[in-house]
């Protein structure tokens, strides 16, 4: 069974503070993407990557940065919180072409 | 720009019903689209894909259909159940490998 796991269900954090968020495919995709949810405002593309050490920005990609060492690992940093960061990640991953996404289950991130 | 809009109210519809929630589309040619299911809390689940050659394509109780002329998508569920109530997410798909998504509807199943 096909699996994307991400580090944390639920988080706290304070305002400034640096933020790791972890997503993990045990599929070898080579896509992986990083959204974040709000309500009334769907899902919105951070950042995603094509392959290893690649990345390409999405739609809303300030405040954040992101990190692809190895396949499987697709890392999403906040270099310093802020209170218009708290919201749902998704993480999800493909393997290319008219392919569906597998998500994880999602971080929710609140920042103090 | 591109735009997906879907029903922002919710759906209401009776246990044993069809629902049917809209997907509508402008200033894109998507290569194909495609439907997810989202619980509340949860990530979601990818349900059906139909290509853009494709008029109708059915699984199990879901039936989805595309019309790029009037460049809109119909989810089905027929014989509605409560445990269908979630909200429902349709995307759209390039050759870019990058999906667009709605921002979805909610649909409650009525006992």
């Known amino acids: 069974d096909v699996k994307v796991t991400q580090s944390s269900r639920y988080l706290v954090k304070r305002t400034g503070e640096k933020v790791f968020l972890e997503c993990v495919q045990d599929?070898?995709?080579?896509?992986m993407f990083w959204y974040r949810q709000d309500p009334g405002l769907g899902l919105r593309l951070i950042y995603f990557s094509y392959d290893v050490k690649m990345k390409e920005k999405g739609d809303i990609p300030e405040g954040y940065s992101v990190s692809r060492e190895k396949k499987e690992r697709f890392s999403l940093i906040l270099e310093s919180a802020s209170t218009n960061q708290t919201s749902m990640y998704l993480c999800?991953?493909?393997?290319?072409?008219?392919?569906?996404?597998?998500f994880g289950p999602g971080t929710r991130l609140t920042v103090l | 720009s591109q735009k997906i809009e879907q029903n922002s109210e919710a759906l209401n519809i009776q246990e044993g019903k069809t629902a049917t929630l809209t997907c509508n589309y402008t200033n894109y040619s998507p290569a194909y689209l495609q439907w997810y299911r989202q619980d509340p809390g949860r990530g979601p689940v990818f349900l059906l894909l139909i290509r853009e050659n494709e008029k109708e394509k059915r699984k199990e109780r879901l039936k989805v259909t595309f019309d790029t002329t009037l460049k809109q998508s119909l989810f089905h569920i027929t014989a509605s159940q409560p445990a269908d109530s979630a909200t429902y997410l349709c995307?759209?798909?390039?050759?870019?490998?990058?999906?667009?998504f709605g921002k979805g509807t909610r649909l409650h199943i009525l006992p």
């Open positions: 999800a991953s493909t393997g290319g072409g008219l392919d569906t996404q597998y």
């Open positions: 995307a759209l798909g390039g050759r870019d490998d990058k999906i667009i």
């Open positions: 599929m070898d995709h080579e896509n």
